[in-house]
């Protein structure tokens, strides 16, 4: 009977963590996929003509320019950054164009497409590996679903490595991005706090990756106590070999 609660503890426990796991995929996929990781307080001011960007998408508007509060003798170069910004995107109804090269190659000046594309991959290395560490951990729990052990294997355990030291990277990666981005800014443009430039695709992003350092440290725990835990059946198996030989050799 003991043992049988101990089961059910075990597997609930289980069932848990992958939800947890399952759901934070999820959740990244949703923000890879969304235009939200750029996205100004006040877009008119800070991007003259573009609303938000994302990995894959750009969005942009005609009708929001805002040229208050600032120098008279500013307003032409104001204009000819609109322009820039404008330049190369399509006219689509949702005004939103998956040409992002025309974006993020020419923002003031600055070209930042080497750091999306490294965002981009590091962002769907991590979903791949997660979902490779999550197909490892169920794989071996029903493995060993009748043994008193954990779930975290090595495979599981390097995965989780690759998609933490990818998820790491993106946010990384596109921090500076932003601060590269903030920095080029003319300086008839107000700017404003760093974080006013982030996105809710950006901030969903970087929930995921905390809560994947939490759920990979779990992980790692796991699979050293289960390493350990082997390494000393092994010892005990060695040294009763050695005790049955030596046993055997004494008898004449």
Same mark, same amino acid.
């Given at each position: 009977m003991r043992r049988d609660w101990w089961k059910f503890y075990r597997v609930a426990f289980f069932v848990r963590f992958s939800a947890w796991r399952a759901l934070t995929l999820a959740f990244a996929v949703v923000s890879l996929c969304s235009e939200q990781w750029l996205e100004p307080k006040r877009p008119a001011r800070a991007l003259p003509g573009i609303s938000r960007a994302g990995l894959w998408r750009v969005c942009y508007h005609f009708s929001n320019i805002d040229a208050r509060r600032l120098d008279r003798s500013s307003i032409t170069r104001w204009w000819r950054e609109m322009e820039t910004s404008f330049r190369g995107l399509g006219r689509d109804s949702r005004q939103c164009s998956t040409e992002i090269g025309e974006f993020y190659g020419d923002v003031f000046g600055g070209n930042h497409m080497s750091l999306v594309e490294l965002t981009r991959a590091c962002a769907v290395g991590f979903i791949f590996y997660g979902a490779m560490e999550l197909v490892?951990?169920?794989?071996?729990?029903?493995?060993?679903?009748?043994?008193?052990?954990?779930?975290?294997?090595?495979?599981?355990? #390097?995965?989780? !490595?690759?998609?933490?030291?990818?998820? @790491? @990277?993106?946010?990384?990666?596109?921090?500076?991005?932003?601060?590269?981005?903030?920095?080029?800014?003319?300086?008839? @443009?107000?700017?404003?706090?760093?974080?006013?430039?982030? !996105? +809710?695709?950006? +901030?969903? +992003?970087?929930?995921?990756?905390?809560? $994947? *350092?939490?759920? +990979?440290?779990? #992980? @790692? #725990?796991?699979?050293? *106590?289960?390493?350990?835990?082997?390494?000393?059946?092994?010892? $005990?198996?060695?040294?009763?070999?050695?005790? /049955? /030989?030596?046993?055997?050799?004494?008898?004449?």
């Open positions: 490892c951990e169920v794989f071996y729990f029903i493995r060993r679903r009748r043994a008193k052990a954990g779930f975290a294997s090595t495979s599981a355990a #390097v995965y989780g !490595g690759f998609a933490e030291i990818a998820c @790491i @990277i993106a946010c990384v990666s596109y921090a500076v991005l932003v601060a590269r981005v903030r920095a080029d800014m003319p300086s008839y @443009i107000a700017k404003d706090a760093f974080v006013d430039y982030l !996105g +809710w695709g950006y +901030w969903m +992003w970087l929930t995921c990756a905390c809560a $994947h *350092s939490l759920s +990979w440290t779990f #992980v @790692i #725990v796991d699979w050293d *106590s289960a390493s350990k835990a082997r390494a000393a059946r092994r010892s $005990h198996r060695a040294f009763r070999a050695q005790e /049955e /030989e030596a046993l055997a050799a004494s008898v004449p």
